[in-house]
């Protein structure tokens, strides 16, 4: 299989959106992708992008992405986020997986964090032992906290 892990450019973002769905409908969450491509350019490729994407083209065709944003640990110091990686379900266990983790990892090291940190759904073994065999720990004893918009505005409310 001829791969090549490269940057996202904007015209790869209806597929990334595709590849966005496709996880959404895996995590059993298909009607909660509010995105539009126009958003992903907008904030990946703007005058200040949100966040930097990487994906895995394949002869062609965005096979899988991953997406990445900085964060700063108090703690640590520099960080990024890696918020989703996906691989097209056809295309799971060629290692396609493993090419963009890597990619991932080198652009921290060379941007100098101190961290990389991202989140799985307790449920997905798979992808806990995938992570697990890369040497990431896997930190059961944290919870997710997040306000959505609409409790945002709730709070904001409430002020």
């Known amino acids: 299989m001829n791969y090549l892990i490269?940057?996202?450019?904007?015209?790869?973002?209806?597929?990334?959106?595709?590849?966005?769905r496709e996880l959404a409908h895996f995590e059993k969450e298909k009607d909660a992708v509010e995105l539009t491509v126009q958003d992903l350019i907008r904030d990946g490729f703007g005058g200040q992008p949100l966040f930097q994407c990487f994906v895995a083209d394949v002869n062609g065709v965005v096979e899988g992405m991953a997406l990445v944003y900085p964060r700063y640990s108090t703690w640590?110091?520099?960080?990024?986020?890696?918020?989703?990686?996906?691989?097209?379900?056809?295309?799971?266990?060629?290692?396609?997986?493993?090419?963009?983790?890597?990619?991932?990892?080198?652009?921290?090291y060379k941007?100098?964090?101190?961290?990389?940190?991202?989140?799985?759904?307790?449920?997905?073994?798979?992808?806990?032992?995938?992570?697990?065999?890369?040497?990431?720990?896997?930190?059961?004893?944290?919870?997710?906290v997040q306000l959505d918009e609409g409790g945002i505005q709730q709070y904001i409310e409430n002020i």
Not at 77 to 93: C, F, S, T, Y
């Open 111 to 144: 941007l100098g964090v101190k961290r990389i940190g991202w989140e799985v759904l307790d449920w997905n073994e798979p992808a806990i032992r995938f992570y697990e065999n890369k040497g990431a720990r896997v930190l059961r004893d944290w919870d997710v």
């Open 6 to 20: 490269r940057e996202a450019r904007s015209e790869d973002m209806p597929r990334v959106l595709e590849l966005i």
């Open 76 to 108: 640590k110091g520099p960080a990024i986020h890696l918020e989703d990686l996906i691989i097209a379900d056809q295309m799971r266990g060629s290692g396609l997986g493993t090419a963009l983790l890597d990619h991932v990892i080198k652009y921290g």
